[in-house]
């Protein structure tokens, strides 16, 4: 039981390149996130969905963009990579017992992402 | 704006030695209080829900209780495989619907053997 997969563990990037981060889920949650993880700042939503073929804006969606073309996967995009977007990045996922803020989280390993 | 503080934000203990982290919080319509524990280099994982004031949950060395204004972790008799960063996070629902889960910046917490 893999649970919640990213994609890749670690990268950099030079500013202004672009790139995308992978989340696979396998256990069939309806819900998933992208979180950013910063030194001193608590996790803080970018993007989720609700199902296959939403997204909305989470607490940063700046300079972010999503998309959930299956329910297993759930992909982050950055078009422009700046400084400021140096961070770790995690995916979660869960069911959709309550609201979007409500579940308990699955979350991935992490993905580190450096921006030069 | 709804605010969630972790404290310390790093707790040395021996082996053994028992003590408590704080989660206090200040939000309008809290619906229920979260916490993970967060290995290095590792994703957070689920410990703990709790609802409403005065629940109290437990998992081996750990109780987690909630008042209307903090939640606090009790770790007994900690051991080294303990060592790991305590998340909270709260979810709260405005007047309006939107629903937003806060997460603290955590505790590290380091068992000394």
């Known amino acids: 039981n893999a649970g919640v997969t990213q994609t890749p563990k670690f990268r950099v990037l030079k500013t202004g390149q672009s790139m995308t981060l992978l989340c696979a889920q396998d256990?069939?949650?309806?819900?998933m996130y992208w979180y950013r993880q910063d030194p001193g700042m608590g996790l803080r939503l970018i993007h989720y969905s609700v199902g296959e073929g939403t997204t909305a804006k989470g607490e940063v969606p700046d300079g972010y963009n999503v998309s959930r073309l299956k329910k297993q996967n759930f992909l982050l995009g950055l078009e422009s990579a700046a400084p400021s977007q140096t961070s770790v990045y995690f995916c979660a996922s869960s069911y959709r017992d309550r609201g979007p803020g409500a579940n308990v989280l699955t979350f991935g390993a992490g993905s580190r992402l450096t921006v030069l | 704006e709804d605010q969630v503080t972790q404290s310390p934000e790093a707790l040395r203990l021996q082996e053994g030695e028992s003590s408590s982290l704080n989660c206090s919080y200040t939000?309008?319509?809290?619906?229920?209080l979260f916490w993970y524990r967060q290995d290095p280099g590792k994703g957070p994982e689920f410990l703990f829900t709790?609802?409403?004031a005065g629940e109290e949950k437990e998992k081996e060395r750990l109780k987690a209780t909630l008042t209307k204004k903090e939640s606090f972790l009790h770790i007994t008799a900690p051991k080294p495989e303990d060592s790991a960063t305590y998340l909270c996070?709260?979810?709260?629902?405005?007047?309006?619907?939107?629903?937003?889960?806060?997460f603290g910046t955590g505790t590290r917490l380091t068992i000394i053997p």
């Open positions: 709790l609802y409403s």
């Open positions: 256990m069939n949650h309806e819900y």
């Open positions: 996070a709260v979810h709260v629902r405005s007047n309006f619907g939107n629903e937003k889960l806060t």
């Open positions: 939000v309008s319509g809290l619906r229920g």
